[in-house]
């Protein structure tokens, strides 16, 4: 049976999930697009041929919708769709973050635990990327020994006005607090946050830019993260692991390296959609296919949660003037120790 996929909210991401359905998914197919752009809804309906739903709501309520994708901005409106499909009972893809808060994220958890069954997806696609792939499996074998350090960098080329130091944190750096969480196997201890004197002057109001972020994991495994958001140079994401006897770094996928007069030159991706493309199509299948199985496999509502309190504990420690702040995340419910993401 092909699932009848509905999406709400059709920006950057959301208009490549489009895609994604339409081209590269097996097993599924756009049924219902909804946007409070009504152009960019009209823009994927003549695309790719899908109903219009002037409100998000009605497209998780109509029967002819099987399973619904959040990708709306701001992220905070992300919560009242997945907490309207889990009411009816409806597999759900949502965009990260899962909502901006710990406490929305707390909402979400204790409905699907309410409905007794998994129903919702995170958008953290970085976990099936072939790269952090690669470093799981050395960690989890133990062949380079016990990892010590990882070093990061989170960089975009450049941000909308809009947005904003918080945004720095809870929409980039969360990447990285969810998928080194998921590589290491273990929770965050600490976490600070540190605002550098000297900005780029390529930022704008309301955003301090560049920015530092620490974490500590529960063994002692130290994290460093640069997320700097108006590099002016491309997508580039950089994560360092170093071993007791070895280290491994991420590279991007390429294809060629130019060389000419001395100099050599890979090229550095403008966009997410572009350097995380595997990442994307191999998450997306894997809703899919777990949504035909009546059983998801991806990240769920409690990494969704997990990550939020971390980034909770991230804005204090920059509020207070960067000092240390422990990261307290809530008792893990049975319902994910029996249903995590292997
Ligand atoms: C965006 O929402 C993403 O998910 C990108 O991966 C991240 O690099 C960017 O900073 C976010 O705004």
């Known amino acids: 049976m092909t699932l009848r996929l509905g999406i709400i909210?059709?920006?950057?991401?959301?208009?490549?999930?489009?895609?994604?359905?339409?081209?590269t998914i097996n097993g599924a197919t756009l049924a219902g697009v909804s946007d409070l752009i009504p152009e960019r809804a009209?823009?994927?309906?003549?695309?790719?041929?899908?109903?219009?739903?002037e409100d998000g709501l009605d497209l998780v309520r109509d029967p002819q919708i099987d399973a619904v994708v959040v990708a709306t901005a701001p992220h905070e409106t992300h919560e009242q769709f997945v907490l309207e499909a889990i009411k009816l009972?409806?597999?759900?893809?949502?965009?990260?973050?899962l909502t901006t808060s710990a406490a929305g994220c707390r909402k979400?958890?204790?409905?699907?635990?309410?409905a007794g069954k998994r129903l919702v997806q995170v958008g953290f696609m970085r976990r099936y990327d072939k790269g952090y792939q690669e470093i799981r499996k050395a960690i989890v074998s133990g062949e380079l020994g016990e990892p010590l350090l990882i070093h990061c960098a989170h960089r975009n080329m450049t941000t909308p006005p809009v947005y904003n130091s918080d945004m720095s944190i809870v929409e980039t750096a969360i990447h990285e607090v969810d998928v080194l969480h998921y590589l290491l196997g273990e929770n965050y201890e600490?976490?600070?946050?540190?605002?550098?004197?000297k900005q780029t002057r390529?930022?704008?109001?309301?955003l301090h830019d560049?920015?530092?972020?620490?974490?500590?994991?529960?063994?002692?495994?130290?994290?460093?993260?640069?997320?700097?958001?108006n590099n002016q140079m491309g997508y580039d994401i950089n994560?360092?692991?170093?071993?007791?006897?070895?280290?491994?770094?991420?590279?991007?996928p390429q294809n060629t390296i130019v060389k000419v007069a001395e100099s050599e030159r890979e090229r550095i991706p403008a966009e997410y959609t572009e350097r995380f493309r595997q990442a994307y199509d191999t998450e997306f299948q894997a809703f899919v296919d777990g949504v035909a199985n009546d059983a998801l496999t991806g990240p769920t509502a409690w990494d969704g949660l997990v990550a939020c309190v971390t980034c909770d504990a991230l804005f204090a420690s920059r509020d207070e003037g960067g000092v240390r702040k422990q990261v307290e995340l809530p008792e893990t419910p049975q319902f994910y120790i029996d249903n995590h993401m292997d």
């Not at 009972?89 to 973050?97: I, R």
């Not at 994991?217 to 640069?226: N, P, W, Y």
């Open 210 to 229: 560049p920015q530092i972020v620490e974490l500590d994991t529960e063994s002692g495994v130290h994290i460093d993260l640069e997320v700097f958001v």
């Open 89 to 97: 009972g409806k597999y759900v893809l949502s965009e990260k973050p």
């Open 239 to 252: 994560c360092r692991v170093v071993f007791e006897k070895g280290e491994i770094a991420l590279h991007a």
């Open 9 to 23: 909210g059709v920006g950057t991401m959301g208009s490549d999930h489009a895609r994604r359905i339409a081209e």
């Open 108 to 114: 979400i958890v204790d409905a699907e635990i309410a």
């Open 42 to 53: 009209q823009a994927i309906h003549d695309k790719f041929g899908a109903k219009i739903y």
């Open 202 to 206: 390529y930022t704008h109001e309301g």
């Open 190 to 197: 600490s976490a600070l946050t540190f605002l550098p004197k």
